[in-house]
Structures are given as structure tokens and as C-alpha cells.
């Protein structure tokens, strides 16, 4: 059950630019978080927003979620090449705590050219 | 620093071998969940575990199995591997909802290839 899906699906900008990536989902959620992966290794959780909150900031990190659309964004600010990774959008399944999985999206590829 | 580890970064095996994938939390987590991660499907939720000696199914658990003995210890078992079970293996742990942050901590990943 693909819930997440992220658009794009790759993104190249130079270093010190913002990048936007979006995320859309098709059902009724507590909570959406954002993950990213390095190249062949494990995820790492950067953020999560609660279905009451529109806004969220972690550092250089902005989540917005819209539930109404049914779709949130990860905005990176001022980006650099360490920020090269992929970025995943993971809702619970089922719409619960998470405890019983988070459904992720492909993920965007976002490439931080120098 | 708290961590997720799996036993192995990489791992071949053959045809019809019984495989196992250890992946051990030191965060006293109750929730432990195994993905698999495959190109242009994503990530896919084999089998998560909710306590010690429980386990349910995920979205595509056939040819698996898991083992949770303890609390900080998931194992994922492949009976009888195939070659269509050659994939980058995630194991992943939480709190329990009302705990605190949902979030997942995620291993490195193990990298089997099945030949």
C-alpha cells in the first residue's frame, strides 16, 4: 500500500540554493515524517509533523503539511553538498501511531552540485 | 549514541539456503520493523514486531519469517532463499505511540545478494 509518493523524483540545484521536495498521500493520517537515505545506507529521521501542526523547523529544515490536499513539502535552505541524498515521505499505516509500520515513498533524489 | 546494528553490511548466499538477518536496538524500544528496498519499488514492510515473542505480518511477508525473543533482538529468517529475495535488507525500531517521538532508527542496511 504506497501511501507517500514525492515529487520529484530528482533534483539537481547548485550549492546554496533551496530545495523544495513535495510529498502526497491518499488517506487520513496522525502524522507525517521525513527521512533521508546516503547512497546504500540506512534512513535517517529528520522531521515529523502532527496532523494539527502546518508548520514545522528543525535547522535548515521546513515541513509544511496541508491536510486538506493531502500533501506536505520538505524545504532545505541554503543547501551543501553533504545535503546530497534521498528524501522520503513515510505516513503510518492505516492512519494509526506508526506502530504497526510507515508506508514510504519512492523518494526524491537531490543532487547539491558544487 | 543510540543505535540500530545488523549483523552484516553485506552477505551472499545461495539458492535454497535458510538465511538469517540479525539486527539488534540498544533504545529499549518495543515496536522493531523489517524492510526490504528494492529499485523503483521503495521501501517494503516485511514483518514488524510490537513485543517480545509477537509478530504480524506486513505487506509482503511471504518466503520470511522473523524471531523476537528478546526485546532488543528482531531477527528476520529467509527459509529457503531465492534469487528474487536479493535485496538491500532495513531493520528499524520506535516507541511505542504516547511514548514519545514516533520516529524511526534505522540500521545501515544489509545488502544480500542470493546467487
Known amino acids: 500500500s504506497q501511501q507517500g509518493e514525492e515529487d520529484p523524483q530528482a533534483l539537481s540545484i547548485q550549492e546554496g540554493e533551496n530545495a523544495t521536495m513535495n510529498c502526497s498521500y491518499k488517506?487520513?493520517?496522525?502524522?507525517l515524517q521525513w527521512y533521508r537515505q546516503n547512497s546504500g545506507r540506512g534512513l535517517v529521521h529528520l522531521i515529523l509533523?502532527?496532523?494539527?501542526?502546518r508548520e514545522k523547523h528543525s535547522g535548515r529544515l521546513r515541513v509544511t503539511l496541508d491536510t486538506s490536499k493531502k500533501s506536505s513539502s520538505l524545504l532545505i535552505t541554503a543547501s551543501r553538498a553533504a545535503d546530497t541524498a534521498s528524501y522520503f515521505c513515510?505516513?503510518?499505516?492505516?492512519?494509526?501511531?506508526?506502530?504497526?509500520?510507515?508506508?514510504f515513498g519512492k523518494g526524491t533524489h537531490l543532487i547539491i552540485q558544487p | 549514541d543510540v543505535k540500530v546494528t545488523q549483523s552484516s553490511r553485506y552477505l551472499v548466499k545461495r539458492t535454497g539456503e535458510k538465511v538469517f538477518l540479525e539486527c539488534v536496538q540498544d533504545?529499549?524500544?518495543?515496536?522493531m520493523f523489517w524492510y526490504r528496498q528494492d529499485p523503483g519499488l521503495g521501501l517494503r514492510l516485511i514483518y514488524f514486531?510490537?513485543?517480545?515473542?509477537?509478530?504480524e505480518k506486513g505487506d509482503i511477508p511471504e518466503g520470511y519469517s522473523v524471531s523476537r525473543e528478546k526485546k532488543e533482538r528482531f531477527s528476520l529468517i529467509l527459509e529457503s532463499a531465492s534469487t528474487n529475495q536479493t535485496s538491500m535488507y532495513l531493520c528499524?525500531?520506535?516507541?511505542?505511540?504516547?511514548?514519545?517521538?514516533?520516529?524511526?532508527?534505522f540500521g545501515s542496511g544489509t545488502r544480500l545478494t542470493v546467487v
Open positions: 514486531s510490537y513485543d517480545v515473542k509477537m509478530k
Open positions: 513515510a505516513t503510518p499505516h492505516h492512519g494509526g501511531g506508526g506502530a504497526d509500520g510507515l508506508t
Open positions: 533504545m529499549d524500544h518495543e515496536n
Open positions: 488517506t487520513s493520517i496522525n502524522n
Open positions: 528499524a525500531s520506535s516507541l511505542r505511540p504516547g511514548q514519545g517521538s514516533p520516529g524511526y532508527t
Open positions: 509533523i502532527r496532523s494539527n501542526e
